[in-house]
């Protein structure tokens, strides 16, 4: 079975920075475009960027100038760095397959917390 290991969240105060980390198998990453998607409590999971196998990217508008996406093919591996963050980007945090139909294999995620 695949893995997919998220890492890099943490608590943060509004405006502050964090960098998400995602790896999984070469056969996984290599093949399709993968994301970054959240689900904060009592809400749907919901896409926040993606990036393809030539790193076009795609964001959501609620992350647009804030975060970026980027990918690294040699380590198997996404990163999302998150800049002035805000309280309503407060969720766990996963990486999976882009476009979402392709998804599978769900991670544990990363919680990221925005608070003062």
């Known amino acids: 079975q695949v893995k997919l290991v998220e890492s890099g969240g943490g608590s943060v105060q509004p405006g502050g920075s964090l960098r998400l980390s995602c790896t999984t198998t070469?056969?996984?990453?290599?093949?399709?475009?993968m994301g970054w998607y959240r689900q904060a409590p009592g809400k749907p999971r919901e896409l926040v960027a993606a990036?393809?196998?030539?790193?076009?990217?795609n964001y959501a508008d609620f992350v647009k100038g804030r975060f970026t996406i980027f990918r690294d093919n040699m380590r198997n591996t996404v990163y999302l760095q998150m800049n002035n963050l805000k309280a309503e980007d407060t969720a766990v945090y996963f990486c999976?397959?882009?476009?979402?139909?392709?998804?599978?294999?769900w991670g544990q995620g990363t919680q990221v917390t925005v608070s003062s």
């Open positions: 070469t056969a996984f990453f290599s093949t399709y475009g």
């Open positions: 999976n397959r882009w476009p979402s139909h392709l998804a599978e294999y």
């Open positions: 990036a393809g196998l030539s790193n076009r990217t």
